[in-house]
């Protein structure tokens, strides 16, 4: 009897187990039915032959092209227990200034920062503590003699560390509109100026480099294999006008291959209007209802790539940074990816003072890739807003801040930081982790300076700490490796400015009449402090020969032979990129420009 009653359980669970699967076959295809993808492109526009030619082109090659797994989502939630720290917004690398130089241009003024130098590399902070909260600031000192004037400097870094780690940190839900220029000028080469060629269509060869339209569609798909189903993508283009290309829609219920492939077909036409680009996407976050956009719940960003070169619309800085300005205070804020070498930085470079915005140069789609793959998450989520460093001394004043883009906004007495984003961390040193101020001393005294942060969360929640430093009567002493990198550094960038605004006077910029440079008597100055700081006259941009006069010449080499002092005492082999700039500008010469108009 056991064994028949055994038997009939056996054969009434196989039926409930029939009757299951079939219940659940036709939920999954319910399910799927409701769920069925979307392709939602909005973009139509009149062709000419030859546009219709290469886009069908472009999309018999595009479909081709195997698409991205978006299995990310999983995969990003797998973090290691490595700790963060923070890094500053504005410019995020100095690719736009190391791309120029090796295709053989002279760089653009901005296209070389503090802040973004600062990001290529890490830094001991300092921190000797244990942190337990969102940000611990931690502070080391520095003396040292001007390579140029011998003067005694005194510098003080901030650390930027937190209480973060990989694994705790997570961003969250994401509305992402990414705004792309669509531009005449998209059209040249990646290494190239368009303007060059005064925008003349040219014939593409096999094995020439990719235009800056191809990199910028290949750039954008790499993005959006880093969004999640619960985030929400739409895209606004721009030439002389903007368009809605795609609206915010949920990433699950959107055909994303078919979005990807009328990306990559993409053509560049017309002229350059930012500022109704910008203006489209910031109009696509008022679609969404209040709830879909709480910032307690969601992230807002404008991902807005370009070659940043307007020709018509608002062309003005303010105009445009009232734009991002004004998207900030609604908590959207901006990301600039900057495409191609012929990049103007000028611009994008004041705007990116704002909250919670910073930019990015793209020298390839294979290393912006993998940047995306350790950063996006980032590179989208500010986390620590309006800090402000308080001194309180009457022995000492600031006198120069580097490694943020608000160092403007510097007083004698007073640090200020709009934005602070996640960084990661390496062998215990963060990228891009320090800020570094440079002090002047009006007395003999030695009395502590008292240090008063303050800083607020995301939620707007304030915080404050206190702290006091004192510097030895040394003339040499350094706390930590990392702020005497970030001294190195900081050198290095003033010296490479003043060449670049020396060298470019009367190449596109209109330059203020030069007053002479005294570096033996004041040694190395902050170059944004020179009167005759380049006023751009128009952002459409030609290139500029590269040049070192002899002056220069003997300058760098001069300083070369102390960064390689400083490079061997800090053992930091990372440094030797910077070292190759130094030998190779050292060693070129002014070419003699040559008239070669002829009248046949």
């Not at 789609?365 to 620590?384: G, I, N």
């Not at 700081?533 to 003997?554: A, D, F």
Request: glycine share 8%; proline share 4%.
């Amino acid at each position: 009897m056991m064994n028949l009653k055994g038997k009939k359980i056996g054969f009434l669970t196989l039926c409930f187990l029939a009757l299951g699967t079939q219940l659940s076959y036709t939920a999954t295809v319910v399910e799927e039915e409701e769920k069925e993808k979307i392709d939602d492109w909005e973009y139509v526009v009149e062709e000419t032959e030859y546009d219709s030619a290469m886009a069908n082109a472009v999309r018999k090659k595009a479909a081709s092209v195997p698409m991205p797994n978006m299995q990310v989502a999983a995969e990003a939630t797998m973090r290691s227990p490595s700790p963060l720290g923070f890094a500053v917004g504005g410019a995020k690398d100095a690719d736009n200034f190391f791309q120029n130089l090796e295709e053989g241009y002279l760089p653009r003024y901005s296209s070389l920062s503090y802040e973004g130098l600062f990001y290529d590399y890490t830094f001991d902070t300092g921190q000797d503590q244990f942190c337990d909260s969102l940000f611990c600031p931690s502070y080391a000192r520095g003396i040292s003699s001007d390579i140029f004037s011998g003067q005694t400097d005194y510098y003080l870094s901030l650390g930027l560390n937190s209480g973060l780690t990989e694994a705790s940190f997570q961003r969250k839900q994401l509305n992402i509109v990414v705004v792309l220029d669509i531009s005449g000028s998209m059209s040249s080469p990646f290494n190239s100026y368009y303007y060059d060629t005064l925008g003349q269509r040219k014939e593409r060869y096999e094995g020439e480099p990719q235009s800056k339209m191809k990199i910028a569609n290949q750039a954008i798909v790499a993005m959006l294999d880093h969004l999640h189903g619960s985030d929400r993508f739409g895209m606004v283009l721009f030439d002389d006008q903007g368009y809605r290309a795609k609206p915010l829609r949920l990433v699950d219920e959107t055909d994303m291959e078919a979005i990807e492939r009328h990306i990559l077909a993409l053509q560049p036409r017309g002229g350059t209007n930012m500022s109704s680009g910008l203006q489209k996407g910031i109009a696509q976050f008022a679609e969404l209802g209040a709830r879909l956009k709480d910032p307690t719940l969601y992230e807002n960003r404008i991902i807005f790539l370009t070659d940043a070169m307007p020709n018509q619309g608002d062309l003005s800085k303010g105009g445009l940074f009232s734009m991002v300005q004004a998207a900030a205070t609604k908590d959207i804020y901006t990301s600039f990816i900057g495409v191609g070498v012929d990049f103007n930085p000028d611009l994008i470079e004041s705007i990116t003072k704002t909250r919670g915005a910073n930019y990015y140069a793209v020298h390839s789609s294979e290393d912006f890739k993998k940047r995306l793959d350790d950063e996006f998450d980032f590179m989208v989520t500010p986390l620590v807003f309006d800090l402000e460093l308080q001194l309180s001394s009457d022995d000492y004043e600031i006198v120069g801040v580097f490694g943020t883009p608000e160092a403007d906004l510097a007083s004698g007495r007073m640090l200020k930081i709009n934005t602070l984003f996640p960084s990661s961390t390496e062998e215990e040193e963060v990228r891009g982790g320090v800020v570094l101020v440079k002090l002047k001393k009006r007395n003999e005294s030695n009395r502590p300076l008292h240090l008063n942060l303050s800083y607020s969360d995301r939620s707007g929640k304030h915080f404050s700490t206190q702290d006091t430093v004192s510097f030895a009567p040394k003339k040499s002493h350094w706390d930590t490796t990392g702020i005497r990198k970030a001294v190195l550094l900081t050198e290095y960038v003033s010296l490479l400015k003043n060449w670049l605004m020396d060298t470019r006077k009367g190449c596109n910029d209109k330059v203020f009449p030069p007053i002479p440079f005294p570096y033996s008597k004041q040694g190395l100055i902050n170059p944004d402090f020179r009167p005759e700081r380049p006023q751009i006259e128009t952002w459409e941009q030609r290139s500029c020969p590269l040049e070192v006069s002899e002056g220069y010449q003997k300058l760098f080499t001069l300083f070369s032979r102390h960064f390689g002092s400083e490079m061997a005492a800090l053992s930091d082999e990372t440094l030797q990129k910077e070292m190759d700039v130094l030998d190779r500008l050292k060693g070129k010469k002014s070419g003699k420009r040559v008239d070669d108009w002829k009248v046949e």
